[in-house]
């Protein structure tokens, strides 16, 4: 089967959208998947909840100009099956620098066509910046599928309303009429709160199927793990967190297809 390309995506900061890339990333490779996981935010969060440093020279950016390939940039964790694209702080600079190109929406694509075409993953998933700018909509045109977390909060469908608008703008320009909402994420969820349980009910009312069965708990434990460098899977397995994410695997494993 091809490799694959999914993005994980929201403008809006804070909502479990790294920890998700992290640990949908973990939970695959537990399952025998080979992951990569490209860490496209400037700050370096998955990253470093890998345990892996940001270096200079290591990230997408010199790739994205032109210069090198991004094969040699990509790095080893300590999880079996699971390689990291790593971050670095002149991410941030990466905009302004693509502006200037020729075919800018299209760098990271054709970047990334020899890490698909080499088969050495079965999926690439980007965490894309909390932003809407150039970087973000060049992971949508390279990839195939995008997830979108959404925190249980009052603002959460202003958010996801944002990213079906940009979606459907990259489909019928055509910059990439295949990307496909493979799902909705609900995050940081609290049971106890009528209002958590009213955003999940609209959210799945406006969605319908492409909302997640999986809702993602609010737990102090899925806060942590990042700062130990690890995965909620290895930092503490038997957490609901954990348990969440995994439950969550298995339904886009799903429908991707495996």
């Not at 800018?104 to 066509?113: K, P």
Request: with cysteine; net charge negative; charged share 20%.
């Amino acid at each position: 089967m091809p490799t694959q390309v999914l993005a994980i995506a929201n403008q809006k900061g804070g909502v479990g959208k790294t920890t998700t890339a992290i640990s949908l990333a973990a939970c695959l490779a537990v399952q025998g998947r080979r992951m990569l996981l490209v860490d496209l935010d400037a700050q370096g969060n998955a990253t470093s909840g890998l345990g892996l440093e940001k270096t200079e020279g290591g990230s997408v950016y010199q790739a994205l100009l032109g210069e090198g390939g991004l094969q040699e940039r990509i790095k080893p964790t300590a999880f079996a099956n699971l390689s990291v694209l790593p971050s670095e702080f002149d991410l941030c600079g990466i905009e302004v620098e693509l502006a200037r190109t020729d075919d800018y929406l299209n760098r990271l694509r054709v970047a990334l066509q020899p890490v698909r075409d080499s088969g050495q993953f079965d999926l690439i998933l980007f965490d894309c910046a909390p932003a809407l700018g150039i970087l973000t909509l060049n992971a949508f045109a390279a990839a195939d599928w995008l997830i979108v977390p959404l925190q249980c909060e009052y603002y959460a469908l202003e958010g996801v309303a944002m990213i079906s608008r940009v979606l459907n703008q990259v489909r019928e320009t055509g910059i990439n009429p295949k990307l496909d909402l493979l799902g909705v994420l609900m995050t940081m969820y609290d049971g106890r709160t009528k209002l958590a349980q009213n955003v999940v009910a609209e959210v799945r009312q406006h969605f319908a199927a492409k909302v997640f069965d999986t809702v993602i708990p609010r737990t102090t434990r899925l806060a942590e793990a990042p700062s130990f460098g690890k995965p909620i899977t290895v930092y503490d397995p038997y957490s609901a967190g954990a348990a969440a994410y995994e439950v969550f695997a298995g339904e886009v494993s799903q429908r991707l297809g495996w």
